[in-house]
């Protein structure tokens, strides 16, 4: 009865090492495999060409239609590829090559407005600049509605020019404010130097009647003295005389 039952042992034993060998085998399979698919659809990712689409915007610029460009001969419409313009460019572009009549022209200060004629496609353009720089276009084919436009840009214009024409105004008042400012100025200064001038003159003159008066004071001082000396002189001589003449015959 031993035996067997060691037997019976060790046939239970193999057999659990045999099943945690099975499951050993089988998760590194599974864990191969899935490392296999996902470096399979990593090279995918990296080998597959990016194909966006490439749109762009094919309306054209119907009638009576506005643009406004962020700089000079651009448009706001333009793309990165420049396959679309608007109609800045489009006017800039037939201004170059000669396809315009320039029926009407507006200027009030730095800003205007002009009405063109493409006699070709019977279009008419109307565009408000600054310093001729186009910010503002509008085509289209009728007539009456271009003038009216043009009306109204030249309009604008007016309005538009009426800051720069008061500041331009403010600005030669100033200036000619500041000129009369300075001219006053040195006007004063002239004055006052001409006072300083005239002040030390007179105290130079002061002191000179001073002296002066000082000096006439002295010399009829010394004139009374010297009237008073030659009196005194004339005395003494004639009393000499007197003397000398004295007991000759005709003296008394």
Not at 103 to 112: A, F, L, P
Not at 163 to 169: D, T
């Amino acid at each position: 009865m031993k035996y067997p039952l060691d037997l019976r042992r060790m046939v239970l034993l193999m057999l659990a090492c045999a099943l945690m060998h099975g499951g050993v085998a089988l998760a590194a399979g599974k864990s191969a495999a899935g490392v296999g698919v996902v470096r399979e659809g990593s090279g995918a990712a990296k080998g597959a060409p990016a194909d966006a689409p490439d749109t762009q915007s094919d309306a054209g610029p119907a009638d009576d239609t506005g643009s406004a460009g962020s700089a000079p001969g651009l448009d706001a419409n333009v793309d990165a590829s420049g396959s679309v313009q608007g109609e800045v460019a489009d006017l800039m572009q037939l201004i170059h090559d000669g396809g315009l009549t320039e029926m009407r022209t507006t200027y009030n200060s730095r800003y205007g407005a002009s009405l063109f004629f493409h006699a070709q496609s019977m279009t008419y353009y109307v565009a408000l600049f600054q310093d001729k720089h186009f910010w503002r276009v509008i085509r289209t084919s009728d007539e009456a509605r271009a003038e009216s436009i043009y009306t109204g840009f030249a309009r604008q214009t007016a309005q538009l020019a009426d800051v720069e024409i008061r500041r331009a105004q403010l600005q030669a008042q100033k200036a000619s404010i500041e000129r009369v400012i300075g001219e006053s100025q040195a006007r004063a200064q002239r004055l006052q130097a001409d006072i300083e001038v005239a002040r030390a003159q007179e105290a130079k003159v002061a002191d000179y009647q001073r002296q002066t008066q000082d000096e006439t004071l002295a010399l009829r001082d010394e004139k009374d003295k010297a009237q008073a000396q030659l009196r005194q002189l004339q005395q003494q001589v004639l009393q000499l005389q007197r003397q000398t003449e004295a007991g000759l015959p005709g003296n008394r």
